[in-house]
């Protein structure tokens, strides 16, 4: 992440930086962002990611995670529209952190020692002050991870810390990306309508009235649709297409 070369993380670190578990939705996300929010001294977070890959012409910034709540909605159009063009710009060129001073702030957030292994935007153009890391995992996948709020100051060691952290949260976005991509392509259609039937409570002679088959074929779909969502039973079948948005 181009930080200084003599600098190496404890085994602490390490181990505070390993995703124990896979994920399976982005709720799961939130308490590690808040404890980052947390480390950052911040007062919100968001996540940001490139949309049309491979097209730069037609390349944004889209905001696809925040906490920044009702009272701050225009917070992401507005900084789109100060830094979003430099910051697609900066991503294809550099994974170094930005940072930048809001209109009630003096400075940027981090040590001035810690400055040179860092990009500084135009401060005073947003009401809060921010630090944002890219992430670049390939031709999908990159965006920014931002903590923002009034008065941070991370120490250099942090800053690393949360550039870290910052990658596996992106890393299990398109993790998540691509197990929903798979599983939509792996179930039909006739697997996806007897699981949203069985989600709403209809017993199997029930579906196979509801969409003139037998019960053995229903029994089946659910079967199948069973195995695809790598579950162990009709219930967490159920449950997992719903988590992963295919039925309601």
């Given at each position: ?139 999908v996948g990159n965006g920014f991870i931002l903590f923002t709020g009034d008065e941070i100051d991370p120490s250099?060691?942090?800053i690393v810390e949360l550039h870290g952290r910052c990658c596996h949260i992106m890393m299990d976005l398109l ?36 969409l003139g088959l037998s019960v053995h074929t229903v029994n089946a779909y659910l079967g199948s649709a069973t ?22």
């Amino acid at each position: 992440m181009g930080y200084p070369a003599g600098r190496t993380m404890s085994s602490a670190e390490q181990l505070r930086t390993v995703r124990v578990n896979r994920i399976s939705s982005r709720s799961d996300l939130f308490p590690r962002l808040i404890a980052m929010q947390k480390l950052a001294e911040a007062q919100g977070f968001a996540i940001f990611r490139v949309s049309g890959s491979g097209l730069p012409a037609k390349q944004r910034l889209v905001c696809e995670l925040e906490n920044w709540g009702s009272s701050n909605a225009g917070f992401g159009k507005a900084f789109t529209d100060a830094y979003g063009d430099i910051l697609l710009d900066h991503i294809d060129k550099s994974l170094l952190p930005l940072s930048w001073a809001g209109g009630y702030d003096r400075a940027a957030p981090g040590p001035a020692d810690f400055s040179p292994f860092m990009t500084r935007l135009q401060d005073g153009i947003l009401p809060f002050s921010g630090l944002a890391f890219p992430v670049r995992l390939g031709a999908v996948g990159n965006g920014f991870i931002l903590f923002t709020g009034d008065e941070i100051d991370p120490s250099s060691d942090t800053i690393v810390e949360l550039h870290g952290r910052c990658c596996h949260i992106m890393m299990d976005l398109l993790s998540l990306d691509e197990r929903r991509t798979a599983a939509a392509e792996a179930l039909s259609e006739r697997e996806i309508a007897c699981l949203q039937l069985a989600g709403d409570g209809r017993i199997s002679e029930e579906i196979a009235d509801k969409l003139g088959l037998s019960v053995h074929t229903v029994n089946a779909y659910l079967g199948s649709a069973t195995i695809k969502l790598d579950s162990v039973n009709r219930i967490q079948a159920i449950a997992k297409a719903i988590r992963l948005g295919y039925i309601s």
